[in-house]
């Protein structure tokens, strides 16, 4: 190692030892001793009046003290630099960096959260040295600059090591910390492991002591109470050697224990459930628990051991449900993961027959107003013996037929005045007097916002028929506060069952949580929808399912869409981008993001304005032969932020 050294003796050079100590002249107080890069002895010492000797062979060569600008000789560390610098650590002086071009001082001005600086260590894979001060662990880079990891959770360290795994131990005045390296560097939240008194420490290792690492692993800490010995290489503990239960669970404050298959079962009445889970844990470690009640919960929690607390489940619905439990540690030494199954006995109206039988009766009863209503006025019609009558009368018949159609749709807007979180806005243009489209929104519960927009087979009266069917049906399914996939995949039964006509239906479904913008949403065969993100509409080319009502047992996917305050949404039926000329030319989707792109940041309203303006310019006097629906949803997030 090139060392800064001034008065250096003839004859010496690069192989010859080389240490750095701390001298007084009447006492010599050694505190430390490494060897440089070169492989020469290199050491240090401690005395009110000292300073830096460079000894080569058995000769001092060079000195440094306060005369060439060490203001504080009071040293605790010394350690070889990027240049071949000496680093002088010292007790309340900071850090000296003593190289050819002299000596500079480095302080909290230069990023040093305190300037006692006990250690100075450098990383084993990355070109950084790390420090160790009275309150903080920092490193420092090539160009001397120290970044202090703000987030470790402990300030009273004394020492630290690095093992092969990349992972340091900590060495503090209460135990030993291990923590990822990459972490630390990140300064992200650090949750590492412990090891104390009651992990098997015989003692803990105090601020003047210097502990010794062998190759294989083993670190031998001298401490008050005598020297331990841990290997850096090997965890203390592992989860796995962690034991877990879940014994019993709560329901409605009935103790219910599992039965000889190992399964929890409740009754169909149980309003809240109380599932209790324990981690025996001996020692000082503590893991990360997840938790996830698969079938109800949408993401798993996770919290330490130390804050495990009975979970609470409240008005499940009937049905299986998996409680899985995983122990892990933030180190990944290993996992165990423990799973009970509890079964919900279904209530009467949760019940497929329930949903069917009341989809069937609400169509029926709609289906009989509607032909009772027109069979009456045809009948009217038919007495007056006037064709032109006739036409006439059965035109305002489907006028009105029109207006119930249309009035079974949500036409107020704005529709919900005392929610800021969102503004939202739809239409409905029929190709004929009545038509199979249709959209609706409605709030499933406080914090839900169901979007719905579907596009029935055929036109006219039949259309119109079923698209009521199809809205009753999806509608009652929500309100159950199912999933999207699982109003979808009941709504498809209630439609399958008796669809004498071979009638389906395009369904997009949506439910937006309102409090996060999250979307959870299903596709059953609809037109991609277009999402606004960053200023600018695109098409979201999402996961489709089958159509509604043209096969049993079909299945639907979900998938989530992240809202952001200020993003959009915007679905529509295949009438906007098939709207065609009269040369038979389509209007397209991307004639259609031309549209949107115009005013993106215009409101709800306006978007469905601009669009409809630009399919009338294109289509001119061609006439409309299919419906044109479109629904808008602007998300403003929480207003009282």
């Not at 071979?502 to 979307?519: A, D, P, Q, R």
């Amino acid at each position: 190692m090139p060392c800064g050294r001034k008065n250096k003796p003839a004859g010496t050079g690069k192989g010859f030892l080389c240490a750095f100590l701390c001298l007084a002249l009447a006492l010599s107080l050694v505190s430390a001793v490494y060897a440089d890069g070169s492989g020469r002895t290199c050491g240090r010492a401690v005395n009110a009046s000292g300073g830096v000797n460079v000894i080569e062979g058995d000769r001092v060569t060079a000195s440094y003290s306060a005369v060439d600008g060490i203001a504080n000789s009071e040293s605790l560390t010394v350690a070889e630099g990027f240049r071949g610098d000496i680093l002088l650590g010292t007790d309340g002086g900071g850090l000296y960096v003593i190289g050819d071009g002299g000596v500079t001082h480095l302080g909290k001005e230069q990023g040093l959260s305190s300037e006692i600086v006990m250690r100075i260590k450098r990383d084993r894979f990355r070109d950084i040295l790390w420090l160790v001060t009275s309150n903080s662990i920092s490193y420092m880079t090539p160009d001397y600059r120290v970044t202090a990891v703000r987030s470790f959770p402990y300030s009273n360290n004394f020492d630290l090591y690095q093992n092969s795994r990349d992972e340091m131990w900590i060495l503090s005045s209460n135990g030993i910390y291990v923590s990822p390296t990459e972490d630390m560097l990140a300064d992200r939240e650090l949750k590492p492991i412990h090891y104390g008194m009651a992990n098997g420490l015989h003692c803990i290792t105090t601020a003047n002591s210097y502990s010794e690492l062998t190759p294989e692993g083993y670190l031998y800490i001298p401490g008050k109470a005598g020297v331990t010995r841990v290997n850096i290489e090997e965890p203390m503990v592992h989860v796995g050697d962690l034991k877990a239960i879940i014994p019993y669970l709560d329901a409605d404050g009935t103790r219910v224990y599992p039965d000889a298959g190992g399964d929890f079962r409740i009754g169909p009445r149980v309003r809240k459930v109380t599932i209790y889970s324990y981690v025996f844990n001996y020692s000082l470690v503590d893991p990360q628990v997840t938790y996830q009640l698969e079938g109800f919960d949408r993401e798993a929690a996770a919290l330490s051991r130390s804050d495990l607390v009975p979970a609470d489940y409240t008005n499940l619905p009937g049905g299986a449900y998996r409680f899985t439990l995983q122990l892990s540690d933030s180190l990944g030494y290993g996992s165990k993961t423990l799973s009970v199954q509890i079964v919900k006995e279904k209530s009467f109206y949760e019940q497929t027959w329930f949903f069917i039988l009341a989809g069937l009766l609400a169509a029926a009863l709609l289906f009989f107003c509607v032909r009772l209503y027109l069979h009456r006025r045809i009948r009217s019609l038919e007495k007056r013996h006037q064709e032109e009558k006739e036409k006439e009368r059965f035109a305002t018949e489907l006028h009105m037929a029109n207006r119930i159609q249309t009035s079974m749709l949500p036409h107020d807007f704005p529709p919900f005045p005392d929610r800021r979180e969102f503004d939202i806005y739809a239409s409905m243009d029929p190709a004929k007097e009545v038509g199979g489209d249709f959209y609706d929104f409605f709030l499933i519960n406080e914090d839900h916002l169901c979007l719905v927009i579907a596009d029935v087979s055929g036109k006219g009266i039949p259309a119109a028929l079923f698209m009521m069917t199809s809205k009753v049906i999806l509608q009652s399914c929500a309100m159950l506060g199912q999933s999207a996939a699982e109003i979808l995949r009941k709504t498809n039964e209630a439609l399958c069952s008796g669809n004498q006509a071979e009638m389906f239906v395009t369904v997009w479904l949506g439910i937006l949580e309102i409090s996060s913008g999250k979307i959870t949403a299903a596709n059953a065969g609809h037109e991609y929808p277009a999402l606004m993100k960053d200023g600018r509409f695109s098409l979201l080319k999402d996961k489709h399912g089958f159509v509604i009502g043209g096969m049993e047992g079909a299945k639907y996917r979900e998938y989530e869409i992240q809202l952001e305050p200020g993003d959009k949404l915007f679905v529509y039926t295949d009438g906007v981008p098939e709207a065609t000329d009269a040369e038979e030319a389509m209007f397209g989707t991307d004639r259609m993001l031309e549209a949107l792109n115009e005013a993106p940041e215009a409101t709800p309203r306006q978007i469905l304005k601009n669009v409809r303006s630009a399919t009338d310019r294109f289509v001119k006097d061609a006439e409309q032969f299919d419906d044109l629906t479109m629904l808008c949803i602007e998300y403003r997030g929480n207003q009282n932020d």
